[in-house]
């Protein structure tokens, strides 16, 4: 099972700190195993992050903040990046991509144990077509005597190689002391330098439901392009949009308003693309057409959002076009296909008309307050054990499993760790969730509990 370390401060946007006078954004890749989560860690100074035993796990890619002798920046964790791999790697591999365009310089990588592979090679070529400056860092080389087996990284054609040990901190501030002074010299071009005291949003939801219909209703006048990326078709644009008196950053709206999942072969594209608006943002608008049937793809969408941990609004757009025979069969779609998320909030409206897109605002604040919601150890604690003392876990060949101590791990969404002494059924778990939701309020927000035995 998981292992969660505490992140209190990790990511914290309600710390008096913002994100607006930061140099620009740098990003850690390479190929799995390298050490790049160890290295983010070293340094974020242990604040942060997810430890995961599970090779090829799909980490949330996030954007922390960080110093560095006076520097601050923003820091981006991607994926593990395997070249030329298929199904679920390549997706990653491609995200991981974006996500170096969507930074200003990158830190490179690679196993100084392991020596150059060709997968390294692969992506250097890809980091070169996007021609954001690279430093390259030898990592594990763990000890002074090892320091001569970077040399070999000449041949990258990159430059210096950095001998570095992520894990016992050699090397890392020199790295850092190049790393930042190529991102400070670099041309900005990162859709994250955003002004980050707003929330972020994505509009996710299949072709044709109305995503750009709710955008320029929404924006009206009122909007302001964030950032613009020339000579690509690739990057975001994002955009401040005023929602009944506040303002939240709307997620790579170019993508939407570019129409590029009408074009051929887009299927795979546009669900990329909703991944990586996804990744980005805090809260995601999944948008239904409810004048025509829920369609896998639709329920596809809806999952993508739920799995990448994000704080939900279901937007059930069209609802002009509906008469009372339509009303009733989206009621009977809601107590079936929509229970995975009867947790959400739901909102019908009309982007084309406008009617009730004034319920939104309140919708999505409730979901990121949930989003971001602790509940402390000790009343966790008081409340599981009051329910298991009412509700036990039944037998299992004759032992009770029971809950020893659980924690909330993090938040953003809410995560909790429950240690028990024996396995957990499914039924019981989905009690336990159940039961967290009733008692402490997670609308809008899904919530993940790791079990973890203690044999
Ligand atoms: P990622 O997949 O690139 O994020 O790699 P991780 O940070 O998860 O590290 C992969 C493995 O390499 C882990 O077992 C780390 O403990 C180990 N590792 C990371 N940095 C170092 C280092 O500097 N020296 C040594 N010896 N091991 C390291
Ligand atoms: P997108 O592909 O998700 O961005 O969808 P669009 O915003 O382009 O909308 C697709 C079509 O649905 C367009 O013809 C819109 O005019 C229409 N549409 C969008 N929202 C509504 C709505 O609330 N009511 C009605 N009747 N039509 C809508």
């Known amino acids: 099972d998981e292992l969660y370390l505490d992140d209190t401060n990790f990511n914290d946007r309600t710390s008096d700190e913002d994100s607006d006078n930061t140099v620009g954004v740098l990003a850690i890749v390479g190929r799995p195993n390298v050490g790049k989560s160890t290295l983010v860690n070293r340094i974020l100074g242990r604040r942060a992050a997810i430890v995961e035993d599970t090779p090829g796990v799909t980490r949330d890619r996030v954007s922390y903040e960080a110093e560095w002798a006076g520097t601050r920046f923003q820091l981006v964790d991607t994926g593990g990046w395997e070249a030329d791999v298929e199904g679920i790697d390549s997706a990653i591999a491609s995200q991981a991509q974006i996500a170096v365009q969507l930074a200003d310089a990158v830190i490179l990588v ?13 992506i250097v070529s890809m980091l070169r ?29 990159l430059g210096e190689p950095y001998p570095i040990s992520a894990m016992h901190g050699r090397g890392v501030g020199d790295l ?5 002074e190529k991102l400070t010299k670099a041309e900005k071009t990162s859709g994250f330098l955003a002004p980050s005291h707003l929330r972020r949003v994505a509009l996710v939801g299949k072709p044709n439901v109305g995503k750009s219909s709710l955008l320029n209703q929404l924006s009206g006048e009122n909007r302001a392009v964030v950032s613009d990326i020339a000579g690509t078709t690739r ?6 949009i005023n ?10 709206t170019a993508g939407i308003k570019r129409r590029l ?3 051929s072969g887009a299927d795979y594209y546009s669900s990329l693309r909703t991944q990586a608006a996804l990744e980005r943002s805090e809260l995601a608008l999944v948008l239904f057409d409810v004048s025509v049937p829920i369609s896998d793809q639709d329920l596809r969408v809806m999952s993508q959002a739920v799995d990448a941990g994000r704080a939900i609004v279901l937007v059930f757009n069209k609802w002009d076009l509906l008469d009372e025979f339509g009303r009733q069969r989206i009621e009977r779609l809601w107590q079936t296909e929509f229970n995975r998320v009867t947790w959400a909030q739901r909102v019908n409206l009309s982007a084309k008309t406008g009617w009730h897109t004034n319920r939104l605002k309140e919708a999505m604040e409730t979901a990121l307050e949930n989003w971001d919601k602790r509940i402390s150890t000790g009343k966790l604690n008081s409340f599981l054990g009051q329910l298991q003392a009412a509700h036990p876990h039944p037998l299992r ?3 009770q499993p029971r809950i020893l101590f659980a924690t909330q791990a993090s938040s953003r969404p809410p995560r909790f760790v429950i240690f028990t002494t024996g396995f957990i059924d499914h039924t019981y778990r989905r009690f336990i ?6 008692e402490f309020g997670f609308e809008g927000t899904p919530i993940q509990i790791s079990i973890n035995v203690r044999e």
């Open 129 to 157: 077509a996007t021609g954001k400056p690279v430093t390259v860092a030898v990592n594990k080389l763990d000890t002074q005597m090892l320091e001569y087996e970077a040399a070999e990284f000449w041949s990258l054609g």
């Open 433 to 438: 969730e159940r039961s967290l939701r009733d």
């Open 235 to 240: 990057d975001p644009v994002d955009e401040v």
């Open 176 to 180: 850092l002391d190049i790393a930042l």
């Open 261 to 263: 999942h009408k074009q």
């Open 110 to 122: 690679v196993d100084g144990a392991v020596g150059l592979t060709a997968s390294d090679e692969r």
């Open 243 to 252: 929602v009944d008196g506040q303002e939240w950053l709307f997620i790579d």
């Open 397 to 399: 060949g004759g032992k």
